[in-house]
């Protein structure tokens, strides 16, 4: 089926470090959403893009649809230690009685002070 | 509102046992959807609905049932747990077809030995 590849798989960053990941697909989507999970959470959403090009900021994040409608990036300023976690891309698709959201693999990033 | 919750936290089931997983939402969204996500994974789909009394399945659905006779519920059954089946399983909610934006709860924590 559909993958999302996101990448690094995982990072070790020191605190105040600026972080970028990307997320890709062989297809394209109308929608890119950005969900973080903590260590024994649920994923929680971060930021939500819906059209080619926009750039989108969230507090210290920020999110770019790409212009090709197939790639994503999130990028993390001034890094803190509660920004640890798993990042993961989504994107829907509609198939069946309704869309659903494909995830991407996931980027485990980890702070040390 | 609770948003999404989930019960129980964490359970240890024996192969062939069966058990339902229960999901609650209190925020009147008419579409649901349970994942199950394996360790060092994204999550994958296994059952969803679109609204009461209306489910279809998703991309791994075998060895398991779902039923949706509430807005707010949307319990899912293992009819016989297998190692397989051990995993985290999230439920989401979303409010409709023009939001793609899905809230998870905090998920269920399942071991089959």
């Known amino acids: 089926g559909q993958q999302l590849n996101q990448s690094p798989q995982s990072m070790f960053i020191q605190e105040g470090e600026d972080v970028s990941m990307n997320c890709t697909s062989s297809?394209?989507?109308?929608?890119w959403l950005w969900y973080k999970q903590d260590p024994g959470e649920g994923p929680v959403l971060l930021i939500a893009?819906?059209?080619?090009?926009e750039l989108t900021s969230n507090g210290r994040l920020t999110a770019q649809f790409g212009i090709t409608r197939k790639d994503s990036f999130l990028n993390i300023s001034a890094s803190i230690p509660s920004d640890v976690g798993i990042y993961f891309c989504?994107?829907?698709?509609?198939?069946?009685?309704?869309?659903?959201?494909?995830f991407g693999t996931g980027t485990r990033l980890q702070v040390t002070l | 509102n609770a948003g999404v919750t989930q019960t129980p936290k964490f359970r240890i089931l024996k192969i062939g046992q069966s058990m339902t997983l229960q999901c609650t939402q209190d925020?009147?969204?008419?579409?649901m959807y349970w994942y199950r996500q394996d360790p060092g994974m994204g999550l994958k789909l296994i059952y969803y609905s679109v609204g009461a009394g209306i489910t279809d399945k998703g991309e791994v659905p075998n060895g398991y049932n779902v039923s949706r006779s509430t807005t707010e519920d949307f319990p899912l059954r293992l009819e016989l747990a297998a190692p397989s089946q051990t995993s985290v399983y999230f439920c989401?909610?979303?409010?409709?077809?023009?939001?793609?934006?899905?809230?998870f709860g905090p998920g269920t924590r399942l071991l089959v030995l």
């Open positions: 989401a909610s979303r409010p409709g077809a023009l939001q793609e934006t899905q809230y």
């Open positions: 893009l819906y059209k080619a090009g």
């Open positions: 989504a994107g829907p698709r509609f198939t069946g009685t309704a869309s659903k959201l494909t």
């Open positions: 925020m009147n969204h008419n579409y």
């Open positions: 297809s394209i989507f109308n929608t």
